[in-house]
């Protein structure tokens, strides 16, 4: 969790950008609150699963339940976002978002990495999960981090 | 014996910047074009299909023109809805359901929302509709969703920003000769290199504009076709696929759905992909070119970027694409699918002026929606199939 007051932009989302959680993801909603990145994963073909579902989009059954992943992964692709309309992301700007393969297999997280560097983002590149609270201070939001602090930059 | 299918009405509103007219001004605009255009009154249409970003918007829009149609078609899936309403009404007419059908679409995007669409904008401030809950808090915009399958394709196939920027310059050669194109000054791959980067690896110049205008085209039967005034443009075959909603569901950020739709048309159009004498495809962005040439066998898989870069989409190259100049440089109010069935019907009746392709016989009109999510492929010819 990011601390409070550290005066990143990425602390003060507004309320309208969420989370709003439905019965159906508030364990992810609220996991991120924990620090905890939940997942769901299929009992019948044990694929996983994100976001959260009634059925299991890879097979269709409907014994899924919600498991605690590693928050390990590697970046599947991603953009560098040079220009944003909508705050606060005008202030973050030039910030990298990354299609992060989970090591759990079956799952994608698509998410920002605040503190990865636009020069130092590649595919391939190992990640780990960081999470960042909300307007609700029971919620948060799942981020990426490079999964060596030295491979930010 | 079936009933074959007609475009015989193509129509357009003003453009590209419209500040007087709503979006329901430039759809009847057009649409009052495209009926006298086919020698019609708008008593004649039977039929009305049409998409806006609201619901009931092709109901509001007969209530509008004056008609009380007997068959309706809202297929709303983004920017390749129109080409469903295509293959829906092709198939409603064949089956005699209905004679006569006008497909119309409308926006005054530009002068009512400005240019920010595609970095953050045109959402609502409410609750945020599943599953974009999981998108917008990113940061990542519309363009960034483009950016990241463009991304995935340079890394597995060497595919180059030089590349992509080749699209854009070769569509803008064709917006030169359209009087009615937003950009008309010819462009370089030096010029969109070196024009801002949206979001990597696409440039300023790699999106499509913003306008406002609108069109529409009128389908009928052959029968009828033979007594109005143009010389009818037949509907070979029509398909429609989809992958995903959000681009973080996107199966394989290298294959799009016009994998499935497009040599799912060919074959009903009774065609190959050598066959096409012009493609009319939807340029949201030089990514979705590049990846849909490919996905409908112009190009090996990977080799996209290649076949784009040795000036095939030129009007003397293998494939004329986009020859009114695109979303790219040309037009694109909101959603575009419907300007490429116009285009292609202008180009296969052989009113295109300087941008005619000589002899053109089959026309494809490939529309994508959403975020690579939807596609929808047209097949148009000159002659039907036999």
Redo the contacts between chains.
């Keep these: 969790m990011s601390a409070p007051g550290t005066g990143s932009p990425w602390d003060v989302m507004p309320k309208h950008l969420g989370p709003w959680p439905s019965p159906e993801d508030r364990e992810f909603w609220e996991g991120a609150g924990r620090g905890e990145l939940r997942i769901q994963r299929c009992g019948a073909c044990r694929l996983h699963q994100h976001y959260a579902r009634l059925l299991c989009s890879h097979c269709g059954s409907l014994d899924v339940d919600w498991v605690t992943a590693s928050g390990e992964g590697t970046v599947h692709s991603f953009t560098v976002v040079r220009q944003h309309g909508v705050p606060p992301f005008p202030d973050c700007v030039p910030f990298v978002v990354a299609l992060v393969e989970l090591s759990e297999r079956g799952a994608r997280v698509l998410a920002a990495m605040p503190t990865v560097s636009p020069d130092a983002v590649a595919i391939g590149m190992p990640v780990r999960a960081t999470f960042r609270g909300a307007h609700d201070p029971q919620l948060g939001f799942v981020d990426f981090d490079a999964a060596r602090p030295d491979a930010r930059t | 014996m079936t009933r074959r299918v007609c475009v015989v009405g193509v129509g357009w509103s003003d453009g590209p910047v419209t500040p007087d007219m709503t979006g329901l001004m430039l759809e009847a605009q057009a649409f009052q074009r495209a009926v006298a255009d086919a020698g019609l009154t708008k008593a004649d249409v039977e039929g009305l299909a049409s998409a806006g970003y609201g619901g009931m918007h092709e109901v509001m829009l007969a209530e509008y023109l004056g008609i009380a149609p007997q068959w309706l078609e809202s297929t709303s899936c983004g920017g390749s809805s129109f080409e469903l309403h295509a293959m829906h009404a092709w198939r409603a007419i064949e089956a005699g359901d209905v004679d006569t059908v006008a497909i119309v679409y409308g926006n005054n995007q530009l002068s009512a929302s400005g240019r920010?669409l595609g970095?953050?904008?045109g959402?609502g401030?409410?609750?945020?509709p599943?599953?974009m809950?999981?998108?917008?808090?990113?940061?990542?915009?519309l363009?960034?969703a483009y950016?990241?399958?463009a991304?995935?394709h340079m890394?597995e196939y060497g595919t180059t920003p030089e590349q992509l920027a080749s699209i854009a310059v070769q569509i803008r050669e064709h917006a030169v000769r359209n009087p009615n194109a937003m950009y008309r000054d010819p462009i370089t791959v030096d010029d969109v290199l070196e024009s801002?980067?949206?979001?990597?690896?696409?440039h300023k110049l790699d999106c499509c504009v913003i306008s406002d205008g609108g069109c529409c085209i009128v389908l009928t039967t052959e029968e009828r076709a033979r007594e109005l005034p143009h010389r009818p443009v037949y509907v070979r075959g029509a398909a429609a696929a989809m992958t995903h909603h959000?681009?973080?569901?996107m199966p394989d950020?290298t294959r799009s759905a016009g994998a499935v739709c497009g040599p799912k048309a060919f074959a009903q159009a009774g065609i190959t992909a050598a066959d096409v004498d012009t493609f009319q495809m939807y340029d949201s962005f030089t990514y979705t070119v590049l990846v849909c040439l490919e996905d409908l066998g112009f190009a090996p898989k990977g080799e996209g970027g290649a076949f784009a870069a040795d000036g095939n989409l030129r009007l003397d190259g293998a494939l004329p694409t986009n020859t009114d100049g695109g979303g790219l440089s040309a037009t694109h109010p909101g959603m575009r699918g419907l300007f490429l069935l116009c285009e292609a019907t202008r180009q296969l009746r052989g009113e295109a002026g300087d941008a005619q392709v000589p002899d053109a016989e089959i026309a494809v009109a490939h529309g994508s929606g959403g975020w690579l999510s939807t596609m929808g492929t047209v097949v148009l010819g000159t002659e039907p199939l036999r």
């Design positions: 920010t970095t953050g904008g959402g401030r409410g609750v945020l599943h599953p809950g999981y998108e917008l808090p990113t940061g990542l915009t363009v960034g950016a990241m399958a991304q995935r890394y801002k980067l949206v979001a990597d690896p696409l959000s681009v973080h569901s950020l």
